[in-house]
């Protein structure tokens, strides 16, 4: 089992800059990929950035050229870099980590872009 703990959510403006973290209690050196989905109220959760253990990265649509997911695995976190934040960027952020032995899963951290 990996027990995944996100951090970093919170209030902040349009234009504004966040950072995630997902620490995790074991090594993550073996993760197939880690990712953060997101889920805004009455909507689906959908994917907003993954790390595979290769380094590739992909991003949701929306989130193009705004976040960053980046990995460090002696420090078993890894983080998403949310810059020029927008209303629609309102959810609660989930960690995700793709094990050979399992998928886990954060309980969340909100956070909520408003002015």
């Known amino acids: 089992q990996v027990q995944l703990v996100e951090s970093g959510g919170g209030l902040v403006q349009p234009g504004g800059s966040l950072r995630l973290s997902c620490a995790a209690s074991?090594?993550?050196?073996?993760?197939?990929?880690l990712g953060w989905y997101r889920q805004a109220p009455g909507k689906q959760r959908e994917l907003v950035a993954r790390i595979t253990i290769d380094g590739i990265t992909n991003y949701g649509d929306s989130v193009k050229g705004r976040f960053t997911i980046s990995r460090d695995n002696a420090k078993n976190t890894v983080y998403l870099q949310m810059n020029n934040l927008e209303p629609e960027d309102t959810a609660v952020y989930y960690c995700?980590?793709?094990?050979?032995?399992?998928?886990?899963w954060g309980q969340g951290t909100q956070v909520t872009v408003s002015s």
């Open positions: 074991r090594s993550i050196f073996s993760a197939y990929a």
């Open positions: 995700n980590c793709n094990m050979p032995y399992g998928n886990f």
